[in-house]
């Protein structure tokens, strides 16, 4: 005796098949993903650490630490530093405190967040600004960045008081910074932010430095 095909079990058939195609398709692909991942994590994040590393070596010159700048970071939330998470690397030479590197960000550029990193040596002078992200306007805002033009470069050597405070602004607003030809949204928010970055290092500095093992510093009887 025969059953007779009808269409609801014909139906019920055909989604059963395809929740099983469905379910053998999910499994190929999970186990892809998760290979390929096994594979490439490894890759993604050396060059991310050699990103770093380069980042790191553009604002702070190598012979003026001999700590561990990765190991002795830390992150921290603070308003003057935008209000993304940022890492301060304090830098110490023969265990004394020597400077210090800071991200931050603007998070006001011309089409919105762009990330910096600053170099600071111990009197709280510049040694270099980098750009690391953003997204402003190719050929009017992403001068800010190192490879387009030298405009970051003018930062170097200067304090919270050199120039005055009050003159930690671009030319357009009578300020000591050159802006950028057809674009001055961008690095009024670049000025801003490495103004920032300083005043957090003058006011925080015991705190940078300290946050590292007293083992590993005398601040106290710093130069």
Same mark, same amino acid.
């Given at each position: ?23 053998? =398709?999910?499994?190929?692909?999970? +186990?892809?993903?998760? %290979? ?22 553009? #604002?702070?010159? *190598?012979?003026?630490? @001999?700590? @561990?700048?990765?190991?002795?970071? %830390? ?50 002078? *510049?040694?270099?600004?980098? +750009? ?27 304090? *919270?008081?050199?120039? @005055? ?11 000591? =910074? ?11 928010? +670049? ?26 510093? #005398?601040?106290?009887?710093? @130069?």
């Amino acid at each position: 005796m025969t059953t007779e095909k009808t269409p609801a079990n014909t139906l019920k058939k055909a989604i059963f098949l395809a929740a099983v195609m469905l379910a053998v =398709f999910s499994f190929i692909t999970a +186990v892809m993903i998760a %290979f390929t991942h096994q594979k490439t994590a490894p890759i993604i994040e050396k060059n991310q650490h050699e990103f770093l590393m380069q980042s790191l070596a553009a #604002v702070m010159p *190598i012979d003026s630490y @001999d700590n @561990d700048l990765i190991a002795d970071s %830390f992150s921290i939330n603070h308003s003057l530093l935008g209000k993304d998470e940022s890492v301060i690397y304090p830098a110490f030479k023969n265990s004394k405190p020597a400077g210090a590197i800071i991200t931050t960000v603007a998070p006001n550029g011309y089409n919105g967040k762009i990330k910096l990193i600053v170099g600071i040596n111990y009197q709280g002078q *510049i040694h270099a600004v980098r +750009v690391v992200e953003h997204k402003e306007t190719p050929g009017l805002g992403d001068p800010i960045e190192i490879k387009r033009s030298n405009w970051i470069q003018q930062f170097s050597g200067k304090s *919270i008081t050199s120039p @005055d405070v009050k003159n930690w602004a671009v030319k357009k607003d009578n300020g000591e =910074f050159d802006q950028l030809t057809g674009a001055t949204i961008t690095p009024r928010a +670049v000025v801003s932010a490495v103004k920032n970055a300083l005043i957090f290092y003058q006011e925080q500095g015991d705190m940078i430095f300290s946050h590292v093992s007293e083992q590993k510093i #005398v601040v106290n009887n710093h @130069d």
